[in-house]
Nanobody
Framework: QVQLVESGGGLVQPGGSLRLSCAAS????????MNWYRQTPGKERELVASITNLGTTNYANSVKGRFAISRDNAKNTMYLQMNSLQPSDTAVYYC???????????????WGQGTQVTVSS
């Protein structure tokens, strides 16, 4: 089994910063990509940022220039540095990882439990 543990969410004032972390553990053979999604009640889930095993990154237009995704391959850990946060960034943020378990050829999608980010004065 594979577990994803997220941390770093919380309450921050507009213009502030937060850093989210997602640590993957368990019977992981390889990770293809790591992603951050976010969801607000009544809205569709949004892909915020992604990073491949080669380090290629992509961002939603709404966060370009403010958020930075990175990963530590040795630790199977991903980070999301969020700067210049706005009330519209308020959401539950989910870590989503695509990869293979040891001994399996099935491409899996693993989800974290989600961490709340609230941007408010």
């Amino acid at each position: 089994q594979v577990q994803l543990v997220e941390s770093g969410g919380g309450l921050v004032q507009p213009g502030g910063s937060l850093r989210l972390s997602c640590a993957a553990s368990g019977s992981i053979f390889s990770i293809i990509d790591m992603n951050w999604y976010r969801q607000t009640p009544g809205k569709e889930r949004e892909l915020v940022a992604s990073i491949t095993n080669l380090g290629t990154t992509n961002y939603a237009n709404s966060v370009k220039g403010r958020f930075a995704i990175s990963r530590d391959n040795a630790k199977n850990t991903m980070y999301l540095q969020m700067n210049s946060l706005q009330p519209s960034d308020t959401a539950v943020y989910y870590c989503v990882v695509h990869g293979y378990e040891a001994g399996s050829r099935v491409l899996n999608t693993w989800w974290g439990q989600g961490t709340q980010v609230t941007v408010s004065s």
